[in-house]
């Protein structure tokens, strides 16, 4: 019997194993064309990130398999046996796709790269197509990858009673836009973008769902910019003055989960932000007004939030605008609030000294979050230190994200 057993899971193995010259990727060699520089650098941050997950739920299950020597459980040498190669052959399966997954994700990476400095010329419908084609391969992993970290192998002693399984460290939040179950309903705007897409035309509060597996059903109320020729903006974070402010000295669970009103000032949410620029590249305008009133405005041709296992950190593409490239100071740093501190300061807690949330580095040079002053030079209210290098404060600033297309 368990001999049988083991040789089924070996056949399961051996036919999921490394395949070489799918039909995938000879499809991806002439598809790629079709991405411009922009996208193909947000994909290459979605393979990196998702490749980095494959090694996280690998050591989850490697200490497993080294702890199991030190595992109580009665029964026979058959018992251990069973169980000794269950441990084994789970292993030995995620180890297997992630060789095959890893092979398509190089080729597709490797082409992208060959492409990525070239301007490239293509209609809507192309630059869609290009970029679903490479996703592909990164949603099929995504999921694979998830169910291999949720289950548990089944461990039984001599006399077939079963006996409990081990219990594991916590598993990380994979993403799972894979899981077709788990997509929001077609019928249910994803974005403004949508919205948009569905014959809205005028900018105001609506509700989005932009949540996957798990809370798909969770509604957000954002405040959509729909009007011009580049409608279909979602308002991430909006500060104005008001005679009631909000209070975005807030922690870790507030800036997960979003607070305020969209009809003045709001935080949108790390969990929606991430389901958000996760599924598609997205690229971010941030509009700002100063107290006399001129107005600037920044465009990052990548804005990508990580999941909370990675602490939500910030990735950002090319920059453009008139405002100046402050924003990248703070690329590819964790978030940050009063009770969760993962900025680069070695004495002080960023979000503590500049009272709100924030992707900080040591500590900003955007600080969209802070106090909202009246025009003074402070560190404390909100700045943007290359429009105003002498930390001149702010009245107003607006964060907002759109699916990125071939056509801006």
Known sequence: MVLRGVLVVVLLVLRLGPSHGTPLMEENESVVNHLSPEVVQQLLAVTNNTLHHVQDVKSLLTPIQENQASVDVSGSAAGVLRRDISMQLLLLLLETKQVRHSRVLEQVSQQMRDVGGRDTATSGEQCSAAINTVLLPLLQLQQEVRQLATRQPSFSTGDNTASQPQQTPSQPQLP??????????????????????????????????????????????????????????????????????????????????????????????????????????????????????????????????????????????QYAGDAG????????????????????????????????????????????????LEKQKSTKGINWNTWYPDRATLKNATFMIKPKSCSY
């Open 176 to 317: 799972i836009t894979g899981d077709n179950s788990c997509n929001t309903p077609t019928n249910r705007p994803r974005d403004c973008y949508d919205l948009l897409l569905a014959g809205n035309t005028r900018s105001g509060v609506y509700q989005i769902f932009p949540y996957r597996c798990g809370r798909q059903e969770e509604g957000v109320q954002v405040w959509c910019e729909l009007e011009g020729e580049e409608g279909g903006w979602t308002v991430v974070l909006a500060r104005r003055p008001l005679d009631q402010e909000v209070n975005f000295n807030r922690g870790w669970r507030d800036y997960r989960e979003g607070f305020g009103d969209p009809d003045t000032e709001y935080w949108i949410g790390n969990a929606a932000l991430h389901d958000l620029t996760y599924r598609w590249p997205q690229v971010l305008k941030v509009d700002l007004g100063d107290w006399d009133g001129e107005s600037r405005s920044a465009r990052y041709e990548t804005f990508l939030v990580d999941d909370e296992d990675r602490q939500f950190s910030l990735h950002l593409g």
């Open 325 to 372: 490239d402050a924003f990248s100071y703070h690329d590819n740093m964790p978030f940050t609030t009063y009770d969760r501190d993962n900025d680069k300061s070695g004495t002080s807690n960023c979000a503590v000294d500049y009272h709100g949330g924030f992707w900080y580095n040591s500590c900003h040079h955007v600080s969209p979050t802070s106090l909202l």
